[in-house]
């Protein structure tokens, strides 16, 4: 009974841990950029950005894209593919973004370095090419070769709405290459962010645009609905070791009702053999939903952290309704075989035991 009722609870918590750490990163913090426009072009960019800024929005990231590919990699192992054949929309800038933590290597420095240009690499890709730090790779900027080293690798939050890339060069290298920029504001009024769009649409024809409020809203209801279904399979099993908890105090009714007999020809009051009784079956099913909550929310940490690379978020209002709900149930079962000795007469109690 414990065991099943573990497995379900952990089960259940698990998913509600999932849905939780899913829908936290899906969420915007007041603060953050709900806009989201690019293929903006160099020459287009103070515009737009005093465009916005009339419209009442608050500007955030912004950050050049250059189109290139990958010519040569020196790899120290063979690599994947699609990570040699696809275009890469990489930048430039002089520091870390608020979603990159440094791993390994150093970042440049402000002035240019003899040799080949630096690139710092997140740290899916490089393992996708087969590189490390000190490897060379050639890159072919739109129909112009580019020599760098490996010089950092990085981890990437991709779930923060930021312009984040996979490689990353100094201003120095690419400040002169082909590009368009990416630029996010603010503007928290839902109104006020559709004007803004309409807005930039009719001034800047070719600047694509983007409302993450309503995207992440999306985003949001997907998963919610997802997270219901395999939410559903997971209280059946729930159910299945409430099932079993009833089965086996049906089973074990006639000793149960003995025992409490022959307490009570030894005088015991009725609210002495439910108390005890429920402690009982509230005992086993505190350890079977207890241990299991546990094991769910250890589950929830290891996907979170070691998969996902974000903080595990504990949905503490759902998991205590849970082990609150199979604990409550359990001493219910025990408050009723207390009645149910307390039903029958002294003699007949005596008679069966």
């Not at 690019?38 to 287009?44: A, G, I």
């Not at 112009?144 to 950092?152: D, R, T």
């Not at 709900?325 to 408050?335: C, D, M, P, S």
Request: glycine share 8%.
């Amino acid at each position: 009974m414990t065991a099943t009722l573990g497995t379900g609870t952990a089960l259940l918590v698990l998913l509600l841990g999932l849905q939780a750490t899913l829908v936290d990163r899906l969420r915007l913090s007041p603060t953050q950029a709900n806009v989201v426009f690019w293929d903006v072009q160099s020459d287009q960019r103070a515009a737009l950005v005093a465009w916005a800024k009339q419209y009442g929005a608050a500007l955030g990231p912004q950050a050049p894209i250059v189109a290139m590919r990958i010519a040569r990699a020196h790899a120290r192992r063979p690599a994947e593919g699609w990570a040699l054949r696809r275009e890469y929309r990489s930048t430039y800038r002089a520091a870390l973004a608020p979603s990159e933590r440094l791993l390994a290597g150093r970042w440049w420095t402000a002035t240019p370095s003899p040799g080949p240009v630096p690139v710092s690499l997140e740290e899916e890709i490089a393992r996708e090419l087969g590189v490390a730090l000190g490897d060379t790779i050639v890159w072919d900027v739109q129909g112009v070769p580019l020599v760098s080293v490996v010089a950092s690798l990085r981890r990437v939050d991709w779930a923060r709405p930021e312009p984040n890339f996979f490689a990353v060069f100094p201003p120095w290298a690419l400040a002169d290459a082909p590009q368009t920029w990416v630029l996010l504001v603010r503007a928290p009024d839902p109104a006020q962010r559709a004007r803004l769009v309409a807005a930039v649409a009719g001034r800047f024809p070719n600047v694509s645009a983007l409302d993450l409020e309503d995207a992440l809203r999306a985003a949001r209801d997907v998963t919610e609905r997802l997270a219901r279904g395999a939410q559903l399979l997971a209280a059946l099993g729930v159910l299945a070791g409430l099932g079993v908890l009833a089965a086996a105090v049906a089973a074990r009714g006639p000793m149960r009702r003995a025992e409490g007999g022959l307490l009570k020809v030894l005088g015991a009051e009725r609210r002495f053999v439910a108390r005890a009784t429920a402690a009982e079956l509230g005992t086993l099913a505190a350890l079977g939903a207890g241990g299991g909550a546990i094991a769910g929310l250890l589950g929830t940490a290891v996907v979170a952290e070691t998969l996902w690379h974000w903080p595990a978020s504990v949905p503490r209002a759902a998991v205590a309704a849970v082990v609150t709900i199979l604990i409550g149930t359990a001493v219910a079962l025990g408050l009723a075989v207390g009645r149910a000795v307390f039903r029958r007469s002294t003699l007949a109690l005596l008679r069966d035991a």
